[in-house]
């Protein structure tokens, strides 16, 4: 047997479960926290799997929510957060909330108490070296410095960010049509007779419209910056719409909504302004507003552009930001198995591999450890099927989102959402049209029933 240990940087999340899951596997672990030796800006503890910003895992409600559907997959592959969450939850009607401090103990007792686990305080600043083998990097949107810079050595400059410049993301199946429609500027790349190959959804402003929109998001409330947040600056190419609004009134009419180039099939006035959006991942479900990252709150973002034309019933898969994060360009750096393609005895985990979130970035260590287990113990693993919410998050992550100038900036962390989940493989059951609301529920059944089947054949696999 070999005893040697698997090392995990980052006591986070990410790292807790990833540890779990090869200690379940009697594989040894070793967590290398630099807090309770250096702390960072967010933390206030040295506690493993500290929640930093809110104290809950949202909504539980399986049959519904893509993150409820999370919890119960995370649930069925022994998950040590959902175990503690379970034992430390409070009130919080149908979202899953805890006691912060009580869930770090737990988490943190559950693993100290097990004899193949070693808790070892201290920074490290450089790329792990070749002895320590195989090893895992979970050490979430507060990297160290010193750390970052070695990833950055290894990966090259352009593959790590920073800063997150969000964008909302739209459910494709909830734009208005009647009001939107297809066009590239000047029709650039689309096929003749064909308007749905265009690259862009058009949303048209009339001049009203558009001066009112102005109002709209410059007197919206916008959130605040964390404290450690203040001294990083605005990109050009990433500019807060409000910022933009501020320079003048017509800034955005003459940047991201300029008109020229688009005619709209739907009226012969022309539009005076046009919000565009881009497809977002290679399913088509789900396309991101052009150059709409903002810091309004997330109820004045709904009010607002569900006013722009053709968005006047949209479903958001997410809503736009800006937050000091670290992340690296997963789809270009990661194989599937969450291995650094171009050093293999590297495994990624958590927030840094462009997954937004507590749950998210605890299924990706779940998945981390449980691959890497797989590896230790000689047996093959493949990933969860994609219609699992692990399968869709992964994909996602390391080759569903739609890369742009191959560059960090192309590509942005995102949570899990059904916009991400294949669609469903019919749309009529006796003969009846699938109703929106039903199609959740479907997607739920499906990935239970698909994880079961991947569960059954890795146990098999490990069996051999």
């Given at each position: 047997?070999?005893?040697?240990?698997?090392?995990?940087?980052?006591?986070?999340?990410?790292?807790?479960?990833?540890?779990?899951?090869?200690?379940?596997?009697?594989?040894?672990?070793?967590?290398?926290?630099?807090r309770g030796i250096k702390s960072t800006d967010a933390h206030q503890t040295d506690?493993?799997?500290?929640?930093?910003?809110?104290?809950?895992?949202?909504?539980?409600?399986?049959?519904?929510?893509?993150?409820?559907?999370?919890?119960?997959?995370?649930?069925?592959?022994?998950?040590?957060?959902?175990?503690?969450?379970?034992?430390?939850?409070?009130?919080?009607?149908?979202?899953?909330?805890?006691?912060?401090?009580?869930?770090?103990?737990?988490?943190?007792?559950?693993?100290?108490?097990?004899?193949?686990?070693?808790?070892?305080?201290?920074?490290?600043?450089?790329?792990?070296?070749?002895?320590?083998?195989?090893?895992?990097?979970?050490?979430?949107?507060?990297?160290?410095?010193?750390?970052?810079?070695?990833?950055?050595?290894?990966?090259?400059?352009?593959?790590?960010?920073?800063?997150?410049?969000?964008?909302?993301?739209?459910?494709?199946?909830?734009?208005?049509?009647?009001?939107?429609?297809?066009?590239?500027?000047?029709?650039?790349?689309?096929?003749?007779?064909?308007?749905?190959?265009?690259?862009?959804?058009?949303?048209?402003?009339?001049?009203?419209?558009?001066?009112?929109?102005?109002?709209?998001?410059?007197?919206?409330?916008?959130?605040?910056?964390?404290?450690?947040?203040?001294?990083?600056?605005?990109?050009?190419?990433?500019?807060?719409?409000?910022?933009?609004?501020?320079?003048?009134?017509?800034?955005?009419?003459?940047?991201?909504?300029?008109?020229?180039?688009?005619?709209?099939?739907?009226?012969?006035?022309?539009?005076?302004?046009?919000?565009?959006?881009?497809?977002?991942?290679?399913?088509?479900?789900?396309?991101?507003m052009v150059g709409f990252q903002t810091k309004l709150k997330y109820k004045h973002?709904?009010?607002?552009?569900?006013?722009?034309?053709?968005?006047?019933?949209?479903?958001?898969?997410?809503?736009?930001?800006?937050?000091?994060?670290?992340?690296?360009?997963?789809?270009?750096?990661?194989?599937?198995?969450?291995?650094?393609?171009?050093?293999?005895?590297?495994?990624?985990?958590?927030?840094?591999?462009?997954?937004?979130?507590?749950?998210?970035?605890?299924?990706?260590?779940?998945?981390?450890?449980?691959?890497l287990a797989a590896e230790y113990l000689g047996y093959d693993i493949t990933p969860?099927?994609?219609?699992?919410?692990?399968?869709?998050?992964?994909?996602?992550?390391?080759?569903?989102?739609?890369?742009?100038?191959?560059?960090?900036?192309?590509?942005?962390?995102?949570?899990?959402?059904?916009?991400?989940?294949?669609?469903?493989?019919?749309?009529?059951?006796?003969?009846?049209?699938?109703?929106?609301?039903?199609?959740?529920?479907?997607?739920?059944?499906?990935?239970?029933?698909?994880?079961?089947?991947?569960?059954?054949?890795?146990?098999?696999?490990?069996?051999?």
């Amino acid at each position: 047997m070999n005893n040697t240990p698997v090392h995990i940087i980052g006591g986070g999340m990410a790292g807790c479960e990833a540890a779990w899951q090869l200690l379940q596997a009697n594989i040894p672990v070793i967590i290398h926290e630099m807090r309770g030796i250096k702390s960072t800006d967010a933390h206030q503890t040295d506690g493993l799997a500290e929640m930093v910003c809110s104290n809950s895992f949202r909504s539980d409600d399986m049959q519904n929510n893509a993150v409820g559907l999370l919890h119960e997959e995370m649930r069925r592959l022994n998950s040590l957060l959902m175990e503690a969450a379970e034992h430390c939850k409070v009130p919080a009607g149908s979202a899953l909330a805890v006691d912060r401090t009580d869930f770090s103990k737990y988490v943190q007792d559950k693993l100290t108490a097990h004899p193949l686990f070693t808790l070892q305080r201290g920074e490290v600043d450089t790329i792990p070296p070749q002895e320590w083998g195989n090893v895992i990097i979970a050490t979430g949107p507060l990297t160290s410095e010193a750390l970052a810079k070695a990833v950055l050595e290894i990966t090259g400059v352009d593959e790590l960010a920073f800063f997150d410049a969000i964008a909302p993301i739209i459910y494709k199946d909830t734009i208005d049509f009647n009001k939107a429609w297809y066009q590239s500027r000047y029709n650039k790349g689309a096929k003749p007779g064909d308007d749905a190959s265009a690259d862009y959804i058009n949303c048209p402003m009339s001049k009203q419209q558009y001066y009112q929109f102005i109002d709209d998001i410059t007197d919206g409330e916008k959130s605040d910056y964390k404290q450690w947040e203040q001294d990083i600056p605005f990109f050009e190419g990433c500019m807060p719409i409000e910022v933009m609004a501020s320079r003048g009134v017509e800034t955005l009419s003459f940047g991201p909504m300029k008109p020229v180039g688009l005619d709209n099939p739907h009226s012969d006035e022309k539009p005076y302004a046009v919000v565009q959006l881009r497809q977002d991942n290679r399913l088509g479900t789900i396309y991101n507003m052009v150059g709409f990252q903002t810091k309004l709150k997330y109820k004045h973002q709904q009010e607002i552009f569900r006013k722009i034309p053709g968005l006047e019933n949209a479903e958001f898969a997410r809503l736009g930001g800006l937050h000091r994060n670290t992340f690296i360009n997963s789809p270009k750096l990661l194989d599937h198995q969450l291995r650094l393609k171009s050093m293999p005895r590297l495994r990624f985990a958590g927030q840094i591999t462009g997954v937004e979130g507590y749950v998210e970035s605890g299924a990706m260590g779940l998945l981390a450890g449980r691959f890497l287990a797989a590896e230790y113990l000689g047996y093959d693993i493949t990933p969860p099927p994609m219609v699992t919410a692990f399968g869709a998050l992964i994909n996602h992550i390391t080759g569903g989102h739609i890369e742009g100038a191959g560059t960090a900036k192309s590509f942005q962390p995102m949570n899990v959402n059904f916009g991400i989940f294949p669609p469903l493989e019919f749309k009529k059951i006796d003969g009846k049209k699938i109703k929106r609301k039903d199609r959740k529920p479907l997607k739920a059944k499906r990935a239970i029933e698909a994880l079961e089947m991947w569960l059954e054949q890795s146990q098999q696999s490990a069996e051999k």
